[in-house]
């Protein structure tokens, strides 16, 4: 079984411009999160879909973060424009719904903004 | 608000030795607890879990133990091996609440 896949794994961008982050979930899986992860701290949620519906997205900086998950499987975060305080690694997991499930974590897209 | 503590950012052992991490955390609403295991340039892989109605639970080598009147928790590995090296998180969650994650232990197991 594939696990949770992301691209690009690494980007380097210049403040002030947008990127985008791509999420493909386990097959079957209903819930899928975007964490964001700062170096030398753990994983922080920035939004939880319950298949197509964003379900919690308190934490996400609406001001310039968007994610979207059409037809309720892969998913897309967009920052525009970057900020030189975005360099991070943005997690996505998936899981078989919301609760006690096991929570499944793709590698990662590393962003560093100069 | 930090609600998932990890106050040791690294630990060191022998192989063969037993590997104790610790976790703290302060929400009394949280009521599920989880270790994830990440290696460098991946993302974390679930390691094991407990729920706050049992003070232990046993998968092979690895033990988590929840002590709920001091809100703490430990994952004990034994015996520990070289491939254990990695960065081990605590998390933590409740019925209404979505997951909290500590910053991480640092585990290197020398041979």
């Known amino acids: 079984e594939a696990g949770v896949v992301q691209s690009p794994r690494y980007k380097i961008i210049e403040k002030k411009q947008p990127v985008a982050f791509w999420c493909n979930p386990i097959s079957g899986h209903n819930t899928l999160y975007w964490y964001r992860q700062n170096l030398g701290q753990g994983p922080e949620l920035l939004i939880r879909?319950?298949?197509?519906?964003?379900?919690?997205d308190s934490q996400l900086p609406k001001d310039r973060f968007s994610a979207e998950r059409l037809k309720g499987v892969d998913s897309t975060l967009k920052i525009q424009p970057a900020e030189l305080g975005d360099s991070a690694v943005y997690l996505c997991?998936?899981?078989?719904?919301?609760?006690?499930?096991?929570?499944?974590f793709g590698p990662g897209t590393r962003l560093l903004v100069l | 608000d930090q609600q998932v503590k990890q106050n040791s950012p690294s630990l060191s052992v022998q192989e063969g030795r037993i590997s104790i991490l610790n976790c703290d955390y302060t929400n009394s609403m949280f009521d599920y607890f989880l270790w994830y295991k990440k290696y460098p340039a991946e993302g974390p892989t679930f390691l094991i879990s407990?729920?706050?109605?049992?003070d232990k639970n046993e998968d092979g080598r690895f033990t988590v133990f929840l002590n709920k009147s001091a809100k703490h928790l430990s994952l004990h590995i034994v015996p520990s091996q070289p491939g254990d090296s990695a960065v081990y998180f605590c998390a933590a969650s409740g019925k209404s609440n979505d997951m909290r994650f500590g910053a991480g232990t640092r585990l290197t197991v020398k041979p």
């Open positions: 997991a998936s899981s078989l719904d919301y609760g006690r499930e096991t929570q499944y």
């Open positions: 879909y319950e298949n197509e519906e964003a379900v919690d």
């Open positions: 407990i729920s706050s109605i049992k």
